[in-house]
């Protein structure tokens, strides 16, 4: 956080304050109370903090009206278990897990989560054959009765539903595929990318309805960050801050230029703290735009969401 970020959040009493991880001790994080309102970034290829592992993906701890949500497991077993340790972070104590989408670098650390914390509830979104499992109604495919039963699927007689694996057999997913509030003032948003490259991926984000306004947590914003910054404003119209990946890292300075004023201008968003994919032209574009309302969101940094909740 730069001395011009703290003086100003500092002396205007904002509800949004940052926290970085060299003036926050490792006592404070492990005995995290439960009316905790924060947001600790765990995996991302830029930061300040020595002790913690940069490498390309995402993970953030939210901390809310004493939930504690793993949004995103990052790109590497390993480097997630060093960056959470290095935070004091217990992920053996989380209340559920959102995985935002199927891309390696948000769910590759998977696989040490779910050794620490083997039956967490993980939400995921849901698709077809999809690698956090499925299942279609057998419907979906076209049949053709004039062939005998041995060339038949299911001998012509299909279940109902049929349901499909995932890569981590065992594991509680609960698979979304449309907004849904899952907790009280707690928001999933499902939208589906219309983009070349990520066709029909679809994606969830986490939207928190705070006395402020909405709290977004976005994994890599395929779907277009415009088009989530919509949809959460239909649960509340005013938008406190976003925090994650804009996915604007090959976008051209034009179209960036497009996202920032539609942020900033159309949808008033108060603050801004990207990280992932944003993209460095991105990250100066919205610096720019939104001065000391944006939020410096590297690995390790702690925003501290609410000044009533620390």
């Given at each position: 956080m730069t001395a011009n970020s703290l003086s100003v959040s500092c002396s205007a009493a904002l509800?949004?304050?940052?926290?970085?991880?060299?003036?926050?001790?490792?006592?404070?994080?492990?005995?995290?109370?439960p009316s905790k309102a924060q947001i600790t970034i765990l995996y991302d290829a830029?930061?300040?903090d020595p002790a913690m592992r940069k490498d390309w993906g995402y993970a953030a701890l939210v901390e809310y009206a004493g939930k504690r949500i793993l949004f995103d497991s990052g790109n590497s077993p390993e480097i997630l278990a060093q960056n959470t340790k290095?935070?004091?972070?217990?992920?053996?104590?989380?209340?559920?897990?959102?995985?935002?989408?199927?891309?390696?670098?948000?769910?590759g650390g998977l696989a040490y989560l779910?050794?620490?914390?083997?039956?967490?509830r993980i939400y995921a979104?849901?698709?077809?054959?999809?690698v956090y499992g499925a299942d279609l109604p057998s419907s979906f495919y076209r049949k053709d009765s004039s062939l005998p039963l041995e060339e038949r699927y299911y001998d012509g007689t299909p279940p109902d539903v049929m349901r499909f694996g995932s890569a981590w057999p065992g594991a509680n997913f609960q698979l979304v595929d449309k907004t849904a509030e899952i907790a009280s003032d707690i928001h999933l948003i499902s939208l589906v990318s219309d983009k070349p490259g990520t066709l029909e991926m679809h994606e969830l984000s986490l939207a928190?309805?705070?006395?402020d306004g909405i709290v977004l947590v976005v994994g890599c914003s395929h779907p277009g960050i415009d088009k989530i910054?919509?949809?959460?404003?239909t649960i509340?119209?005013?938008i406190h801050l976003i925090a994650g990946g804009f996915h604007l890292v090959v976008t051209s300075d034009a179209d960036i230029e497009k996202i920032v004023t539609a942020l900033h201008d159309t949808f008033r968003v108060q603050y801004i703290a990207p990280g992932h994919c944003t993209g460095e032209p991105a990250f100066t574009a919205l610096k720019r735009a939104f001065g000391n309302r944006y939020l410096y969101a590297g690995l390790g940094t702690t925003l501290a969401l609410s000044t009533s909740h620390n």
């Amino acid at each position: 956080m730069t001395a011009n970020s703290l003086s100003v959040s500092c002396s205007a009493a904002l509800l949004l304050l940052v926290g970085c991880a060299g003036r926050t001790s490792a006592a404070q994080m492990t005995s995290a109370a439960p009316s905790k309102a924060q947001i600790t970034i765990l995996y991302d290829a830029f930061g300040k903090d020595p002790a913690m592992r940069k490498d390309w993906g995402y993970a953030a701890l939210v901390e809310y009206a004493g939930k504690r949500i793993l949004f995103d497991s990052g790109n590497s077993p390993e480097i997630l278990a060093q960056n959470t340790k290095a935070k004091h972070v217990d992920l053996s104590k989380l209340d559920f897990v959102v995985m935002s989408h199927r891309h390696g670098d948000h769910m590759g650390g998977l696989a040490y989560l779910l050794r620490v914390n083997p039956k967490v509830r993980i939400y995921a979104p849901k698709e077809g054959f999809g690698v956090y499992g499925a299942d279609l109604p057998s419907s979906f495919y076209r049949k053709d009765s004039s062939l005998p039963l041995e060339e038949r699927y299911y001998d012509g007689t299909p279940p109902d539903v049929m349901r499909f694996g995932s890569a981590w057999p065992g594991a509680n997913f609960q698979l979304v595929d449309k907004t849904a509030e899952i907790a009280s003032d707690i928001h999933l948003i499902s939208l589906v990318s219309d983009k070349p490259g990520t066709l029909e991926m679809h994606e969830l984000s986490l939207a928190i309805n705070t006395p402020d306004g909405i709290v977004l947590v976005v994994g890599c914003s395929h779907p277009g960050i415009d088009k989530i910054v919509e949809a959460a404003s239909t649960i509340n119209p005013r938008i406190h801050l976003i925090a994650g990946g804009f996915h604007l890292v090959v976008t051209s300075d034009a179209d960036i230029e497009k996202i920032v004023t539609a942020l900033h201008d159309t949808f008033r968003v108060q603050y801004i703290a990207p990280g992932h994919c944003t993209g460095e032209p991105a990250f100066t574009a919205l610096k720019r735009a939104f001065g000391n309302r944006y939020l410096y969101a590297g690995l390790g940094t702690t925003l501290a969401l609410s000044t009533s909740h620390n």
